[in-house]
C-alpha cells in the first residue's frame, strides 16, 4: 500500500484501508474506486491522508483497523464525559475507562512499539482526538520506559484526561483566533489545576493519574506551569504526559496557526530534550517512534523521491526508501532501494 496526502491522490485509485467516521462507522471500505467527489468530501471531514493500492509496494505492512476502532469508541466515551461542564458523571467515566483498558490490552498485545507516528494521527478533528491521540502515544511511550501494564494504565488514564481542566476556562479563551492576552494565559495555565480539581473526587481515577494532569506543563528547567517545579519534583507521568502533549498539540492545526509538520514536530521534542522535556524520556521517545511512516513519499536532499517500505530501530528519521519513478521524466522505472542508515551524505528533506 501507498500512503498519499489527500491532495495527492488521484481519481480510480483504490482505497486500501477502510476509513471511519468520528462515531466509528465506516465511510468508505477498502476496495473502493476513489471518485472525484470521495477525496473533495474526505478532504471536507479533515482527513489529510489515506492508503491507497499499489502492487510496486504491496509488501508494507501497516496496522490493521482494529486500533483505529478503538481509538473511535473511546473518543466517544470520552465526549460523554467532557460535555457535562458541572459535574463529572462517575458511570461515564468508568465507562469511558473501560474502553480505554481495551485500547491499551490490544496495544500490549501488538507489541511492536516502533510505530510511526502517522499511525496515530489520521485526522485534523482537534477537540477530542488530542486527547485519545495524546492518551496513545503515552501508552507506546510507557511500554518502551518497561513500565507494568498498571502504570501503563496509570499514564494512559492521564494523557486522555489532561485536558479536562479546560471545560472550566471560558470557551472565548479556548477558541480565541489569535494569541491570548497576558490575563488570559493567566487563566489557561489554571487548567491543569482545575482538570485535578475534578478529578480528585473520583473514585475511577488513580492519584498518580491525577499527578501527571496536574504536571503535564511543567518543564524540567522550571520554565513550566502551573507550579514552576523542576527535574524530579517532576512525576515521570507528567514528564510523559508533557512530551506526548506538545508532540500532538503542534502538529494539530488550531485556529490560530498551521500545524507542524511531522518532522519538525519531531525536532521540536528533540530539540527540548534536558530542558523542556526529560533526557531519558525523549531517549525512549525517539527509540519509539518513527517520523516517516511505511509506505509515505519523501524528498531526499538530492532531489530524488521515494517511498519508505522499512524502519531503522532507533534511528525515526533514517528509513529505508523504494524508488518507483525517474527523477527527471517521473516515468516508472525497475525499483531500486535506499537505506538511509548506509548513505549518512543523503537526508530527508520534506514529505510528498
Do not use: W
Not at 466517544?76 to 483498558?101: P, R, V
Not at 479556548?174 to 492576552?181: A, C, E, M, R, V
Amino acid at each position: 500500500m501507498r500512503l498519499e496526502y489527500i491532495n495527492r491522490v488521484k481519481e480510480n485509485e483504490v482505497l486500501g484501508k477502510n476509513i471511519y467516521t468520528n462515531d466509528g462507522l465506516v465511510l468508505l471500505r477498502a476496495g473502493v474506486k476513489l471518485k472525484t467527489q470521495y477525496i473533495k468530501k474526505l478532504h471536507e471531514l479533515g482527513v489529510y491522508y489515506i492508503y491507497v493500492e499499489d502492487e510496486r509496494l504491496e509488501d508494507i505492512d501497516v496496522v490493521d483497523d482494529k486500533l483505529n476502532l478503538l481509538k473511535q469508541e473511546t473518543m466517544k466515551s470520552l465526549s460523554s464525559i467532557m460535555k457535562n461542564t458541572g459535574m463529572l458523571d462517575k458511570n461515564n467515566t468508568k465507562q469511558c475507562l473501560a474502553m480505554l483498558d481495551e485500547l491499551i490490552d490490544y496495544v500490549l498485545e501488538l507489541g511492536d512499539v516502533n510505530k510511526s507516528l502517522y499511525d496515530i494521527k489520521t485526522h485534523d478533528n482537534y477537540t477530542f482526538l488530542h486527547c485519545i491521540d495524546t492518551a496513545l502515544m503515552c501508552t507506546f511511550l510507557g511500554l518502551s520506559c518497561n513500565m507494568t501494564k498498571e502504570s501503563i494504565r496509570e499514564v494512559t488514564i492521564g494523557g486522555l484526561l489532561h485536558d479536562l481542566g479546560k471545560i472550566k476556562v471560558s470557551s472565548t479563551i479556548i477558541n480565541k483566533n489569535g494569541p491570548l492576552t497576558d490575563e488570559e494565559f493567566e487563566e489557561m495555565k489554571k487548567h491543569p489545576i482545575y482538570g485535578k480539581e475534578l478529578l480528585e473526587e473520583n473514585i475511577n481515577i488513580p492519584h498518580s493519574s491525577i499527578v501527571g494532569i496536574e504536571q503535564h506543563h511543567e518543564k524540567v528547567n522550571g520554565k513550566g506551569y502551573p507550579y514552576g517545579l523542576t527535574g524530579n519534583e517532576i512525576s515521570k507521568y507528567g514528564k510523559i504526559i508533557c512530551i506526548c502533549d506538545v508532540y500532538d498539540a503542534v502538529s494539530s492545526d488550531r485556529s490560530y496557526r498551521n500545524k507542524f509538520n511531522p518532522s519538525d514536530a519531531y525536532e521540536l521534542i528533540l530539540a527540548g530534550c534536558g530542558s523542556s522535556f526529560d533526557s531519558s524520556i525523549v531517549k525512549s521517545f525517539k527509540e519509539t517512534f518513527s517520523v516517516y511512516p511505511l509506505g509515505c513519499c519523501v524528498r531526499l536532499s538530492n532531489g530524488i523521491e521515494g517511498y519508505v517500505i522499512k524502519q531503522n530501530k532507533n534511528f525515526p528519521d533514517r528509513p529505508v526508501l523504494r524508488i518507483l519513478y525517474d527523477n527527471e521524466t517521473k516515468i516508472p522505472i525497475k525499483f531500486y532501494e535506499i537505506d538511509l542508515l548506509e548513505t549518512p551524505n543523503l537526508i530527508i528533506e520534506r514529505v510528498i
